[in-house]
């Protein structure tokens, strides 16, 4: 079973407007989440994250929002860059401190 | 460089031989972890070690895989008789223990079997 989903596989975004990446968990015994972006051939990277007792945290453009009732999290990317282009991870971790991932949205944005 | 690194980048063998791959994760930090990633999906966890114990395995290492952490610095991921089912990137990543620490990830191993 999927216990992080992320729903978009692709999403097309122009330069310098805002990217919103959606992730949905099912496991309401995660606690920690996190976000990575992963080019080809390379590692993930790891970007922002979050803890389930916020429900909001930024860091420079990123910004990540958390509904714990609805078990959604979301991805922020405000004003969007060529560079941003790249795959974006959903990532979830309770009690064992593993990861779990979903299978990723590939973002592009256009100039 | 002091981040998390793997190798060799990539791998190609035949089906039926062993391979071991090797990590290097940051200095400090206790934790270390391998995960496999195969097209079109999101990493998934192998394994992972506090220090060099093994604290946890999944259901997906089957007895053909081993991980080892014998001195709780560099880890090795051996595979044993290859499967093309194999064929995927191994992530190594490592953090510090505690709540709420970020795994840092290396570049990972491309392994192909023929």
């Known amino acids: 079973d999927q216990q992080v989903k992320q729903n978009s596989p692709s999403l097309s975004v122009q330069e310098g407007r805002i990217s919103i990446l959606n992730c949905d968990y099912t496991?309401?015994?995660?606690?920690?989440f996190l976000w990575y972006k992963k080019y080809p051939a390379e590692g993930p990277t790891f970007l922002i994250s979050?803890?389930?007792?916020?429900d909001k945290n930024e860091d420079g453009r990123f910004t990540v929002f958390l509904n714990k009732s609805a078990k959604h999290l979301s991805l922020h990317i405000v004003p969007s860059q060529p560079g941003d282009s790249a795959v974006y991870f959903c990532?979830?971790?309770?009690?064992?401190?593993?990861?779990?991932f979903g299978t990723g949205t590939r973002l592009q944005v256009f100039p | 460089d002091t981040g998390v690194s793997q190798d060799p980048r990539h791998k190609i063998t035949k089906r039926g031989q062993n391979v071991t791959f090797r990590c290097d994760p940051i200095?400090?930090?206790?934790?270390l972890y391998w995960y496999r990633q195969t097209l079109g999906q999101g990493p998934e966890f192998l394994t992972y070690?506090?220090?060099?114990?093994?604290?946890?395995k999944s259901r997906l290492l089957s007895d053909r895989f081993s991980a080892e952490r014998p001195k709780g610095s560099f880890s090795t991921l051996e595979i044993q008789r290859t499967e093309q089912g194999d064929s995927a990137m191994y992530l190594c990543?490592?953090?510090?223990?505690?709540?709420?620490?970020?795994?840092?990830f290396g570049p990972g191993t491309r392994l192909t079997v023929l």
């Open positions: 496991n309401s015994m995660f606690d920690y």
């Open positions: 200095s400090e930090h206790n934790r």
């Open positions: 990543a490592s953090k510090l223990s505690g709540n709420y620490n970020e795994q840092f």
């Open positions: 070690f506090q220090n060099e114990a093994q604290l946890e």
């Open positions: 979050i803890s389930s007792i916020k």
């Open positions: 990532a979830a971790s309770g009690d064992t401190d593993k990861l779990i």
